[in-house]
């Protein structure tokens, strides 16, 4: 038995010591649509939506050594962002499909809500809610009230990953009604200062404004696109993005486009191929991007630490401290 | 072949899916569910997202119209179908 529990501890402490400690968002190049791969320190693994190929996001999978996923996510349901969910569901049986809740008439759509049903996976309507990938804290922003039901894109589910300092933003194809309503939903707080961000609806005109992106305050933009006869990304966007001082990334250009985030709370982006448009310059640079960001945070009371917006903190969080855990539980100001 | 058979050949239906609409471009899902881009001027007027198109080639004639009640069929039955999906959903906060 002694030598039995010896094992096991051998191979748990292999498994620990292959974890990457470090929090990944993939954003796949699938073409024309959107797919991000989020893979926290832990490897669990949300895949928010899957791209338009059921044949590329399985290539992608495979290609990137994925092994399991335990939350799909359509951020609406467009054929370019949900197609590839239906072999991701199929291969991984996750545990939730989160969702808008409205159901569109596509064929598309059914094999997706039927492969689900299959996988014994469980429908998650997007609401208000917190999702913890493991140390890292994924809130939901459900589309808000008020938005016409007969149109995806403006009922687009969006997520805010954190980890420690660390903060990154995606919302779909939602377009000027929904980020409207958000701005008039959530403070600047939540939804600002983001260092890693999706750019809506692949660059369209009708997606990101300049409004938006003055509480977004994006420091890095990658833009889901592929060849398409909609002009995208549109000039507008692109001009958008330079006005925030933002570094453009593009998964037509650039490929797959890596980022990964200590624990310390410093991130890396790297690309596949190619070089992203810096911010306020014109010209490509030689090289992929490695901004700096802060250390761990450190929070001096609770008050500040919900005021910052992550809470509950547990222990190896990035910002959690023994101070902040009056029962030494492992989770602070809960 | 017989009169009626030969008359059958000739008429051909299909039903064509509205994904999208994209500016001046819809994304329709054609029956096989290949994707493709068609111009919105080509479509019948007033076609929304989710709509469905009944297409007819009949005798070397093309149409598409908009079918108000098997799009409502579709819609009914997906919205039922996921509503199912959603029902025993946990509220809070989730671990995974």
Not at chain 1, 298 to 309: M, T
Request: with cysteine; aromatic share 4%.
């Amino acid at each position: 038995m002694r030598a039995l529990l010896a094992l096991a501890a051998l191979v748990l402490g292999t498994v620990q010591a292959q974890a990457t400690g470090a929090l990944t968002l993939r954003f796949l190049d699938v073409g024309q649509g959107d797919a991000v791969l989020i893979t926290s320190p832990e490897g669990k693994s949300i895949l928010y939506d899957g791209g338009r190929s059921e044949a590329r996001i399985q290539a992608l999978l495979k290609g990137y050594g994925v092994q399991s996923l335990d939350l799909v996510a359509a951020s609406h349901g467009d054929a370019d962002h949900i197609t590839g969910l239906v072999p991701a569901v199929r291969l991984f049986k996750p545990k939730f499909f989160l969702n808008n809740g409205i159901a569109p008439t596509s064929q598309t759509w059914g094999k997706l809500t039927a492969a689900v049903q299959q996988a014994g996976t469980q429908g998650l309507l997007a609401r208000d809610q917190v999702i913890n990938l493991g140390s890292v804290r994924v809130t939901v922003l459900p589309p808000p009230p008020g938005m016409p039901r007969d149109e995806q894109n403006v009922n687009s589910v969006g997520l805010l990953i954190q980890y420690g300092s660390f903060r990154a933003l995606m919302t779909g194809d939602s377009e000027t009604p929904e980020t409207q309503a958000w701005l008039r939903k959530y403070p600047a707080s939540v939804l600002g200062n983001i260092d890693v961000y999706k750019s809506i609806h692949h660059g369209a005109a009708n997606g990101d404004h300049s409004a938006w992106l003055a509480v977004v305050q994006p420091k890095n933009v990658v833009i889901g696109v592929g060849p398409n006869n909609y002009g995208h990304p549109t000039s507008q966007a692109l001009e958008l993005y330079r006005r925030a001082g933002a570094t453009v990334y593009r998964t037509d250009r650039q490929g797959t486009v890596t980022v990964v985030v200590q624990a310390n709370g410093r991130f890396a982006i790297t690309s596949e191929k190619g070089a992203p448009v810096p911010a306020n310059q014109g010209t490509t640079s030689g090289a992929a991007s490695h901004p700096a960001t802060p250390a761990s945070p450190v929070y001096r009371s609770c008050a500040q630490a919900r005021a910052a917006g992550v809470t509950p903190l547990r222990r190896g969080q990035p910002g959690y401290s023994t101070s902040l855990d009056r029962d030494g539980d492992g989770i602070a100001c809960e | 072949m017989s009169q009626e058979n030969s008359e059958a050949a000739d008429v051909l239906s299909a039903v064509w899916v509205v994904d999208g609409l994209e500016g001046h471009l819809a994304r329709v899902e054609l029956e096989d569910g290949e994707i493709v881009d068609m111009a919105l001027a080509s479509l019948p007027r007033g076609v929304k997202e989710g709509d469905v198109l009944r297409v007819v080639v009949e005798g070397g004639d093309f149409s598409l119209e908009l079918d108000p009640a098997e799009t409502a069929r579709r819609r009914t039955s997906a919205q039922a179908a996921l509503n199912a999906l959603n029902m025993a959903a946990p509220g809070g906060e989730i671990d995974l």
